[in-house]
């Protein structure tokens, strides 16, 4: 085995990038929700050990000699704790209050928005459709409901009858 | 020392690469050229002729329509007395995934167990759909479902098996229909105490989603928000399938079962906009079937009206349900016997998948077994 020094102090400064980066985030998404009451999500707390880890089985890895395909499992499972650790911070992003009022507010006024035009548009297609003699979308739907319904009426005329057939059988002299 | 430079390191690696190689890593490079080869091989097929899988290939026989809904009897050999009536999801997706492949399908295993086993399929639903709600559902559909399969079987008792919301919707038709004879009921990842449910239930309640002007508007919740909704749950989930896929492309098994499942995590179902409203309203916003406030058709549901024997499966890392969720029946049923456990996996992985096959299937067949 060759010595890790090298490649370790290489790391070792990636590392230090890599964390004063998270932290730049840290301090930016601290900075732009300090005024919520709420506790300020941490990526750092999930990034840190994934990287830490990382950089540590990366220097170990290519300190070897041979390097074998052993690299590449490494790499795989690397990329699986680096996934994870995003999954984690991004879950906590989205399980905040904030996180949930700003899609609410989001929703609500693409719905708001959308409301008229869809309104306006519906009616037009309803009017072409009819001036041009062909079923709109509205009437099938009627007619598809009414099939709902007379299916619905079949059902319980069946349940009836076959109610009053047990009843009659049960009644019957054996 | 003087720190190596980056130039010595690469050097050093490419050396140590080539050179003094023991036979076993040259094996196993030619190993992993192989894989290689492989994978590109699949990818291609993939890529250029991709084949559509065959899913839900137990055999069946619809013995029910309504409207949308469905009801199938599974071929078996009938060994046990009581059937099992197994109620998923409405909405969201398609319940292929509980029989996606000869030797993966939970359906299979149920039938190779003796049940007598049925399925009700809520069918997918357009705009004439748009008023069908959880009430009706729960007092119309589930009634009727109940009784084809007490007398198709010729029984005059039923198992009710739950999953996902179908648990909820089963449970507040078990405990509201007590003239149904229901022998068990089990809960497979489906929530109960709604204030516990986690993302969702952050995301639709009351203070953030406004569920009445969404219906009014939309009118029902499309395929595409639904798939939305979902991947939002989890935005890493693409992420990691296609790292999966990658690393497993060369096993040509895995790839029959990614397809298989690929197929169906894309296909999503859109849901009747009453029933949405109800089901955000009643059950995430109000937590009514927990609090003991439903209810349907006239009737009161009170969970602690179900007195069957009653099992609960949770997934350790179910973020849709999660399992203190789904545990909370366990508090509320009237039942003396009653039994919880938790098992690895996530909501999907709980029912489908290899994992599934090891700790869920069995476990539920051998709980209904004795039982049924």
């Known amino acids: 085995m060759a010595d890790a020094a090298g490649p370790s102090q290489l790391f070792e400064q990636w590392r230090k990038q890599f964390e004063e980066g998270a932290q730049a985030w840290s301090r930016l998404i601290t900075q732009t929700s300090a005024a919520s009451p709420s506790p300020t999500p941490d990526p750092t707390a999930f990034w840190r050990p994934v990287l830490d880890q990382g950089v540590q089985s990366w220097a170990k890895l290519f300190a070897q000699t041979p390097v074998t395909p052993e690299l590449l499992t490494q790499w795989k499972q690397f990329l699986d704790q680096w996934i994870e650790a995003w999954s984690k911070v991004l879950g906590q992003a989205m399980g905040t209050e904030q996180f949930a009022k700003l899609m609410g507010q989001s929703l609500d006024q693409m719905l708001v928005a959308t409301a008229p035009a869809k309104k306006v548009v519906d009616q037009q297609i309803e009017q072409a459709l009819q001036a041009l003699n062909l079923p709109s979308r509205s009437q099938l739907t009627g007619i598809a409901k009414q099939l709902v319904e007379l299916e619905d009426r079949i059902d319980r005329l069946e349940d009836s009858i076959n109610a009053k057939l047990r009843r009659l059988s049960e009644r019957e002299p054996r | 020392m003087a720190p190596e430079r980056f130039v010595d390191v690469v050097e050093r690696f490419t050396t140590g690469f080539a050179a003094d190689a023991p036979a076993e890593t040259i094996k196993q490079w030619q190993d992993e050229l192989e894989r290689n080869v492989r994978r590109m091989r699949n990818l291609h097929g993939l890529l250029t002729n991709p084949v559509e899988p065959k899913t839900g290939q137990t055999p069946r026989v619809e013995i029910y329509k309504r409207n949308k809904s469905r009801l199938y009897r599974y071929e078996s050999a009938r060994s046990r007395r009581t059937p099992v009536l197994f109620v998923p999801n409405l909405g969201i997706s398609r319940p292929y995934i509980f029989d996606l492949l000869p030797g993966g399908s939970f359906i299979e295993h149920m039938t190779k167990q003796g049940f007598d086993f049925y399925l009700l399929d809520w069918g997918v639903f357009g705009p004439e759909d748009n008023d069908l709600s959880v009430e009706e559902c729960v007092t119309k559909i589930l009634p009727r479902m109940a009784r084809r399969v007490l007398e198709t079987s010729g029984t005059d008792e039923l198992s009710m098996l739950g999953y996902c919301m179908g648990a909820p919707i089963s449970a507040s038709f078990v405990a509201s229909h007590p003239e149904v004879p229901v022998k068990n009921f089990v809960n497979m990842a489906g929530p109960i105490d709604f204030a516990k449910v986690g993302l969702f239930g ?142 690895p996996g996530g909501h999907i992985s709980l029912i489908a998948g290899r994992g599934a096959a090891v700790h869920c299937w069995p476990k539920v067949s051998s709980w209904l077994g004795p039982r049924s």
């Open chain 2, 202 to 343: 952050l995301w639709l309640g009351k203070e953030n989603f406004n569920v009445d002007r969404f219906v009014d508007t939309l009118g029902s919740v499309p395929a595409d928000m639904v798939k939305a909704g979902f991947k939002l749950l989890k935005p890493t989930m693409d992420m990691s399938t296609n790292v999966n896929l990658w690393w497993n492309l060369w096993n040509d098994k895995y790839l029959e079962g990614f397809q298989a499942l690929n197929k169906w995590a894309n296909e999503y179902v859109a849901f009747p906009g009453e029933f949405f409203r109800q089901w955000v309203r009643d059950f995430y916003q109000d937590n009514k079937l927990y609090r003991d406030e439903l209810v349907m058709g006239g009737r009161p549901i009170r969970l602690e009206r179900i007195t069957c024997p009653v099992f609960v499966v949770g997934a350790k890392e179910d973020y849709i349900a999660p399992p203190e969720c789904v545990r909370a029946l366990i508090d509320k049923v009237g039942s003396r016997e009653k039994e919880y456990i938790e098992l």
